[in-house]
């Protein structure tokens, strides 16, 4: 059996608009959860800081799209630093170029790392909010 204490899940939501990955992130931040926000316009920045609930640590800080965001003069910098952050959260080669080549077509992202137990809050908040997409990795925490 499985240590629970050494398990995590990366949950993926991609969203078509950015309004909808905007609720998301802020529904999430609510409920205590803080996730990673990308999409090709503006890339990652921080987002304010939510003491989360008592359902379980996270493992990944919060970032929220910058109002009035000016494109970045690189785009392929933005591409690797988000395959950089899907990378420390483990996901395997293959998953991380089929995000990468959905982010360079204009996809929004709101990447979540917690503790297994926790995606049961997760989804539902992603698919509420219409996410196009909702994925969660599930794997042994490289400890």
Known sequence: MKDPAK????????????????????????????????????????????????VGPLLAPGFVPPDGSEERESGLSEI????????????????IEAYATSYSHQGRFLVVRTEPECAKYIVPILQECHASRVDQHDFDALV
């Open 80 to 95: 690797d630093a988000f395959r950089s952050h899907l990378a420390d959260c483990h996901l395997r080669d293959e998953v």
């Open 7 to 54: 398990m995590e899940s990366v949950i993926v939501g991609v969203f078509d608009d950015s309004q909808d990955l905007e609720e998301a992130d802020k529904r999430l931040a609510a409920a205590g959860f803080e996730g990673a926000v990308y999409g090709a316009a503006f890339g990652a920045e921080e987002s304010c800081e939510v003491a989360p609930v008592a």
